[in-house]
């Protein structure tokens, strides 16, 4: 590449910088023309080259371009003294690229309109309405629970493999776009991240390819929070890029799903984050509200908990930081925590289905 197009590739990083901030103040744009318009193209076309692979060629792809930036900066080790400008002027056409291609393919979605308005759903609640939604979440996850295991003490166990859970997925999206045909969900592309230890030790339980459009599953947590952790994945391919609305959509396509353990997963899924809201708010209304909840059910919470702390480690908290920074200057002003504010959805969704 000459050095005066990698020059204008470079400093086109500004420009690109400007059009997305003034994109961001139109969500409506974004929702017809973008994220319904052109990312329903490309990345429908993204899972069906990539989805029918075994593998995940965006780890692979992320792979390879590890190796390729750790030799480059060997090569050009003695080039960072010599020709400063050129070699950054390499760096920010490299940053420049990703940054298009970035926004190009899956970014914008972070500027939509906010997923209560499309679902015409209030997006504030009160502290009544909370503890009234999480009544009816214990009663229903309590049924279910008893359902499956005849015993209110014994934890629920998938009779499912990681495969088999992953495919029944898609059974709960179909039946979604029935009632909301915008969630509608295809074609299938999810796949176990070679990089499941790795995420482990990160604290995340996966992750979506903006590049490939495949979902990325940690290969190595609970089997019972596979459906939720799946779901969540194939709602940010579906377009849906905030945290909580990824969690939101994920909890609906596990309770819409025929499978009696999809939906298990998914109601205590919608639970734990209202009993930990009920925590913040009420210590004492907590400890009352959780005698009530199966002590099978507490210990699928446990095991959750024992398994991530299983993998603490130093750096967590650093890689933890990285992505809250990431998602606060995506448009998600509560960076990781945003996570929890699928409560909100929650309670204005579950206070007239439950």
Known sequence: MQKRTKTIIALSILPQYLIVKLLSNYPDFIETYYSNGLYQFTSKVFRYVFGWLPFSVGDLLYTIAGIYIIRWFIINKKRIIKDTKAWLIDIFAAV??????????????????????????????????????????????NAIHRSITKNDSIKVEMPYSKKELLKKTTNGYDALAKIYPHLEYAPNSIKFSIYSLPLTYMGFSGYLNPFTNEAQIDGLIPLHKYPTTACH????????????????????????????????????????????????RDIEIYKI??????????????????????????????????????LKANNQEKGIKSYNYAVALFVNYFKDEL
């Open 289 to 326: 509200l959780i005698e009530d909840v199966n002590k099978g059910i507490l210990i699928n919470y446990q095991e959750s908990y024992d398994f991530w702390m299983s993998y603490q480690n130093p750096l967590e908290p650093l890689f933890k930081s990285t992505f809250n920074a990431f």
């Open 96 to 141: 420049s690229l990703v940054y298009f291609a970035f926004h190009l393919f899956w970014g914008m979605n972070y500027y939509r309109l906010p997923l209560h308005k499309t679902l015409q759903l209030e997006n504030t609640y009160t502290t009544e309405e909370l503890i009234t939604v999480t009544k009816k979440l214990i009663n229903k996850s």
């Open 233 to 280: 994945e194939k709602a940010h391919q579906i377009g849906y890029a905030a945290e909580n609305e990824s969690n939101f959509i994920g909890c609906l396509a596990t309770i819409h799903n025929e499978d009696i353990y999809f939906n298990y997963s998914g109601y205590i899924f919608a639970l734990r984050h209202c009993l930990n809201e009920i925590y913040k």
